[in-house]
């Protein structure tokens, strides 16, 4: 059964996107699914959130057309492998948007992953840029990583437009994995409040599970670790093995 590749994308910084693509590729790894995450966002937060450097080759190479089997590299932790990032990969945005056909560079790269992950994570860039829009245009799925706060719908509409434009010209089996609300404060109003407008509008597509607040979460990339290898019994920990065990269903 081959594998599927997930973008990560949101237009907006700081809603979890990241920490969300570094937690779901360590926690169905340690399940014993063949897991891979490419960091395509110049800051290198998911390279830095495995503990990882990108010394010699990163996904700038995948979009100069290497090949996954060339540029992957084994984690310490088992099953999950890694494509980082390097600063570079700044320059390469400005690079593709100057080729005509610069939005399939990476679909050609990772066409064989599907044979050798069951679960790719492409963590993007927090703008939608030629570095997403390679990603979307590789990907089966799009998760979509939504901050619990009061913006959150009308940047979720521009974003599901932007991927609906992408489907329509360049990746027509392009798919919606699913919403996840992150970050979200069980003790405000206003946390429910979002929670409940987006699953009103979204429905089905809203994960059941909401990622919180969760300080031992928001640590863990210090120490260059997962929420699971940092204090498995966190409640951010909890929740992405449950967000984990519910996109395998979805999937």
Known sequence: MPGTIYALANQKGGVGKTTTAVNLA????????????????????????????????????????????????????????????KPELAGAAVELGRHADGERYLQASLAGARDRYRFVFLDCPPSFGPLTVNALAAADRVL?????????????????????????????????????????????RLAAEVEAEVRRHFGELVFTTTVPRSVRLAEAPSHGLPAIAYDRRSSGAEAYWKVAMELVERS
């Open 144 to 188: 979509v990583p939504v901050q619990a706060e009061y913006y959150a719908l009308e940047g979720l509409s521009q974003l599901l437009g932007s991927i609906e434009l992408v489907k329509k010209r360049l990746n027509p089996r392009l798919g919606i994995a699913g919403i996840l609300l992150t970050m979200v404060d069980g003790r405000t």
């Open 26 to 85: 360590a926690c169905l790894a340690e399940a014993g699914e063949q897991a891979l995450l490419v960091d395509l966002d110049p800051q290198a937060n998911a390279t830095s959130g495995l503990g990882e450097k990108a010394n010699g080759s990163s996904s700038y190479d995948l979009l100069d057309g290497a090949s996954v089997a060339e540029v992957a590299r084994p984690t310490r932790f088992a099953n999950l492998q890694l494509v980082p990032a």
